[in-house]
């Protein structure tokens, strides 16, 4: 292994610079990382990494990959007990020093011990353990580990080829974390639809496309009155509330939600066809009916007595909105506009104002095909002719649905 180990490590090195990029995220590189090492004789039988992560829920990302099991992404959040794991593993030792741990699990058990996780690996038949850092270009530093099951554990050119490709490695896996951080950014700032979309290029003021959509308004009955009497920290974890029933309503019945405007939730579900019109519809019609009972779950809760029960408006309208980038020259929204979004903007003050929970324009009634519900005509503001509304039965067991004689409310009421 003397003479080989660097004719390994070259061929794994140019690896990592030609093809690894390629590879879609950090486990697929980790795993073909482990394949190849074992392919040059290196006796590897587990590879992992540990990468900070810009996300809202999750910490860190672990990449483990072993010569016996199928390649594993685990996500750390900030629970107690990851905490207590780290605290007590090489990792946090790596991290604070910047220098590689080793835990010789087989040649020297007393000084292994102080690590919990090599009692892990033991049971598991490892004898060999190394963690090295991966510095990233920021300064910061990530960590990558390699195990060996093989008696006698790694031997000192097997370290060299760790040592060898570790920056490469930390090259490859920061592009892929950069990509990944703005996936997640994007993501969680303007949607995954938008997101995709501006990560691809679609960048430029007014840059963008007419689609067809289903159009979703929803706020908080008496927010401002609301705002202006409760404590900040108060009115933030309502909002919160909120904000993530509407939100996986929408994302359950596959809208998407694309801003939040003070206390109002603004979602489309897009479509192209009259068959995807119908279904995005009912799909609209589900979210509505899904996040009134989200919400009603959230008061029978009674977690917070400063605060009131919630009550909400939603109100649906379809038509053609352009979707694409609106803005100044250095701050753009991707977002959606035209008249459709406006005429859903005031179909939702509509409902405030007759306290109505779920309202529906006509261009829905036409796309469901029947004018169940009729609750009125109405003159809203920035339109010259009265508007019809219609007032669904969103109640999960009502015995009138919203269209009881087709075959979609059926589907509606069944859900």
């Given at each position: 292994?003397?003479?080989?180990?660097?004719?390994?490590?070259?061929?794994?090195?140019?690896?990592?610079?030609?093809?690894?990029?390629?590879?879609?995220?950090?486990?697929?590189?980790?795993?073909?990382?482990?394949?190849?090492?074992?392919?040059?004789?290196?006796?590897?039988?587990?590879?992992?990494?540990?990468?900070?992560?810009?996300?809202?829920?999750?910490?860190?990302?672990?990449?483990?990959?072993?010569?016996?099991?199928?390649?594993?992404?685990?996500?750390?959040?900030?629970?107690?007990?990851?905490?207590?794991?780290?605290?007590?593993?090489?990792?946090?030792?790596?991290?604070?020093?910047?220098?590689?741990?080793?835990?010789?699990?087989?040649?020297?058990?007393?000084?292994?011990?102080?690590?919990?996780?090599?009692?892990?690996?033991?049971?598991?038949?490892?004898?060999?353990?190394?963690?090295?850092?991966?510095?990233?270009?920021?300064?910061?530093?990530?960590?990558?580990?390699?195990?060996?099951?093989?008696?006698?554990?790694?031997?000192?050119?097997?370290?060299?080829?760790?040592?060898?490709?570790?920056?490469?490695?930390?090259?490859?896996?920061?592009?892929?974390?950069?990509?990944?951080?703005?996936?997640?950014?994007?993501?969680?700032?303007?949607?995954?639809?938008?997101?995709?979309?501006?990560?691809?290029?679609?960048?430029?003021?007014?840059?963008?496309?007419?689609?067809?959509?289903?159009?979703?308004?929803?706020?908080?009955?008496?927010?401002?009155?609301?705002?202006?009497?409760?404590?900040?920290?108060?009115?933030?974890?309502?909002?919160?509330?909120?904000?993530?029933?509407?939100?996986?309503?929408?994302?359950?019945?596959?809208?998407?939600?694309?801003?939040?405007?003070?206390?109002?939730?603004?979602?489309?579900?897009?479509?192209?066809?009259?068959?995807?019109?119908?279904?995005?519809?009912?799909?609209?019609?589900?979210?509505?009916?899904?996040?009134?009972?989200?919400?009603?779950?959230?008061?029978?809760?009674?977690?917070?007595?400063?605060?009131?029960?919630?009550?909400?408006?939603?109100?649906?309208?379809?038509?053609?909105?352009?979707?694409?980038?609106?803005?100044?020259?250095?701050?753009?929204?991707?977002?959606?506009?035209?008249?459709?979004?406006?005429?859903?903007?005031?179909?939702?003050?509509?409902?405030?104002?007759?306290?109505?929970?779920?309202?529906?324009?006509?261009?829905?009634?036409d796309i469901m095909g029947c004018r169940s519900g009729l609750f009125g005509q109405y003159q809203v503001k920035g339109f010259d002719d009265p508007v019809s509304v219609y007032s669904p039965d969103m109640s999960a067991d009502a015995a009138v649905g919203y269209c009881p004689e087709n075959t979609a409310a059926r589907a509606l009421e069944a859900n």
């Amino acid at each position: 292994m003397v003479l080989e180990a660097p004719l390994v490590a070259a061929d794994v090195v140019q690896w990592l610079y030609s093809d690894a990029p390629h590879l879609k995220g950090t486990l697929e590189i980790v795993s073909e990382l482990g394949e190849r090492l074992r392919a040059g004789s290196v006796p590897v039988d587990r590879v992992t990494t540990g990468i900070w992560v810009v996300h809202p829920n999750v910490r860190a990302e672990g990449s483990i990959w072993t010569s016996s099991k199928a390649p594993e992404l685990i996500l750390y959040t900030a629970d107690s007990k990851t905490s207590d794991d780290y605290q007590k593993s090489p990792i946090k030792r790596v991290h604070e020093t910047q220098k590689p741990v080793r835990v010789e699990i087989e040649r020297d058990p007393v000084a292994a011990g102080q690590y919990p996780i090599s009692e892990d690996l033991r049971e598991e038949g490892y004898t060999d353990y190394i963690a090295l850092p991966m510095p990233f270009s920021d300064g910061s530093v990530k960590v990558a580990s390699f195990s060996t099951k093989a008696p006698g554990g790694f031997s000192g050119s097997h370290i060299s080829v760790f040592e060898s490709l570790i920056r490469p490695l930390a090259l490859v896996c920061e592009l892929k974390t950069l990509r990944r951080t703005a996936e997640t950014v994007l993501d969680t700032y303007v949607g995954p639809r938008a997101g995709s979309r501006v990560l691809d290029g679609t960048t430029r003021r007014g840059e963008g496309e007419w689609i067809k959509a289903i159009v979703s308004f929803a706020d908080i009955r008496g927010f401002t009155r609301l705002s202006n009497t409760l404590p900040a920290d108060k009115i933030v974890l309502f909002l919160n509330k909120y904000f993530g029933a509407m939100t996986a309503a929408v994302e359950a019945h596959g809208g998407e939600v694309l801003k939040f405007i003070g206390d109002e939730v603004m979602a489309i579900f897009p479509y192209e066809t009259e068959e995807e019109a119908r279904d995005a519809a009912m799909r609209a019609l589900l979210a509505a009916r899904d996040t009134l009972s989200r919400i009603a779950e959230i008061n029978a809760e009674k977690s917070c007595v400063q605060t009131p029960d919630m009550s909400v408006g939603i109100a649906l309208h379809a038509g053609d909105v352009f979707y694409g980038n609106v803005g100044s020259e250095t701050r753009l929204d991707f977002t959606v506009v035209g008249p459709a979004v406006n005429l859903a903007a005031r179909i939702a003050e509509l409902a405030k104002d007759l306290e109505r929970q779920v309202l529906v324009s006509d261009a829905i009634a036409d796309i469901m095909g029947c004018r169940s519900g009729l609750f009125g005509q109405y003159q809203v503001k920035g339109f010259d002719d009265p508007v019809s509304v219609y007032s669904p039965d969103m109640s999960a067991d009502a015995a009138v649905g919203y269209c009881p004689e087709n075959t979609a409310a059926r589907a509606l009421e069944a859900n």
